[in-house]
């Protein structure tokens, strides 16, 4: 079994900066190389995508609301990454669930496509 763990999640202003951050751990597949991706889930809406990565890091893939302001890139460790957030405005508020699987070649925003998932972190932006 593949566990998913975010951190890094709360409370910050509008324009402030927060850095998410999610790791894999497990014996299933000890030598598997994951491509990740971040999602979030606003209050009445859907899940929709934000950022995925690589499982090289060579390509990265955002969302239109957050490109430019948001960078995904890998941890130090195998199987981790990084969500570096800047200028967030309260349209970012939800719960932030990071995706993983060591089947994508690439990346992908398809939620269908990740196997795995963390429990969520909740970023909160007041205006």
């Known amino acids: 079994q593949v566990r998913v763990v975010e951190s890094g999640g709360g409370l910050v202003q509008a324009g402030d900066s927060l850095r998410l951050s999610c790791a894999t751990s497990?014996?299933?597949?000890?030598?598997?190389?994951?491509?990740m991706g971040w999602f979030r889930q606003a209050p009445g809406k859907e899940r929709e995508f934000v950022a995925a990565?690589?499982?090289?890091?060579?390509?990265?893939t955002y969302a239109d609301s957050v490109k430019g302001r948001f960078t995904i890139s890998r941890g130090g460790a195998k199987n981790t990454v990084l969500l570096q957030m800047d200028n967030l405005n309260a349209e970012d508020t939800a719960v932030y669930y990071c995706a993983a699987d060591a089947r994508i070649a690439g990346t992908t925003s398809d939620p269908q496509m990740y196997d795995y998932w963390g429990q969520g972190t909740q970023v909160t932006v007041s205006s």
């Open positions: 990565i690589s499982w090289s890091g060579s390509t990265t």
């Open positions: 497990g014996r299933t597949f000890p030598d598997a190389n994951f491509a």
